[in-house]
């Protein structure tokens, strides 16, 4: 089930590859704490996913409602 909208789940995809850029020095320097960029991987999935486990358990969801048809 769906509960991640399409902004949200464009902003986790960046967010997620952003981070994961920082772990992979792609353009950052090595700072001894780039394996927190793996972190990363997270938004990553949840954005391709579009699913979050934390919002199902909070009862979020950032998905439109859609529309009944008469």
Do not use: E, K
């Not at 780039?34 to 391709?48: Q, R």
């Amino acid at each position: 089930m769906s509960n991640v909208g399409t902004v949200d789940r464009i902003v986790r995809v960046i967010a997620g590859l952003l981070l994961l850029a920082f772990a992979v020095p792609v353009g950052f320097p090595q700072t001894g704490w780039n394996w927190i960029g793996y972190i990363g991987v997270i938004p990553l999935l949840t954005g391709i996913f579009a699913a979050c486990p934390a919002y199902s358990i909070f009862g979020i969801s950032t998905c439109r409602a859609h529309s009944l048809r008469p």
